[in-house]
């Protein structure tokens, strides 16, 4: 039998490791199924990683390598939109893994924890820098709350994927449309959660005039 090539090994211990993540959970994990799925000895798993620990971290953070960059030439709708739609369905990004752990939140708050500070958090943080950059461009109301408009942005993808079965499901065009819907909103409204009239709050003609051009282009 030929023998895999080290690039090979690696993509294998990996995906390996994230499937046994799903299944098993951080209490039921082990290095042994780990080396069983990927066809390989356990000695050849600790050449590359110290402990569990290492792997399991290690294993989480690689759905975040592929994360797209910031096109700083691009709009604030465009960018958020091509960062969320890979969140969505990328296969890379764990698409179809994540939902199965959140569905283990509640019985395994330790996975649930340790997958949102190692891929979650890197996510919603550069959702806000592409929302900072969209306030210094002026196509953002200078008063936004970056924290909050980046969970109304990126909760709901991921809540979409865990009800429409990991990004195979549901419509293609949900991001964009959230999007579109959450921007325009953000810069059409002058109106604070308790319906009264918030001037503070209210962008520009000048910022509305820039995201509604940029939402219409997009």
């Known amino acids: 039998m030929a023998r895999q090539r080290s690039e090979e090994v ?62 700083k030439q691009a709009s ?32 395994n708050p330790q996975l649930f924890q340790l997958c949102h500070e190692r891929v979650i958090l890197p996510r919603w943080q550069r959702v806000q820098e592409a929302l900072k950059l969209g306030i210094d461009r002026g196509e953002l109301a200078d008063d936004l709350d970056i924290e909050v408009t980046a969970s109304m942005l990126v909760s709901p993808v991921l809540m979409y994927n865990i009800l429409n079965g990991g990004g195979r499901g549901g419509r293609k065009d949900f991001v964009s449309r959230l999007v ?3 921007l325009h909103g953000l810069a059409a409204t002058g109106e604070s959660v308790d319906g009264q009239t918030d001037r503070a709050a209210k962008p520009s003609r000048r910022t509305t005039r820039r995201l509604r051009r940029a939402l219409t282009t997009d």
């Open 10 to 71: 690696d993509a294998a211990i990996v995906s390996s490791t994230l499937a046994v993540i799903a299944d098993r959970g951080i209490e039921g994990f082990s290095v042994e199924e780990v080396a069983s799925r990927a066809s390989v000895g356990k000695a050849t798993i600790y050449r590359r990683y110290a402990d569990r620990n290492e792997l399991i971290n290690s294993a989480l953070e690689t759905l975040n390598d592929d994360l797209p960059a910031i096109d």
């Open 180 to 182: 579109k819907q959450a």
């Open 76 to 107: 604030t709708a465009t960018v958020l939109i091509d960062m969320l739609e890979w969140v969505r369905t990328s296969r890379t990004s764990g698409a179809e893994l994540l939902p199965r752990i959140f569905a283990q939140a509640k019985s």
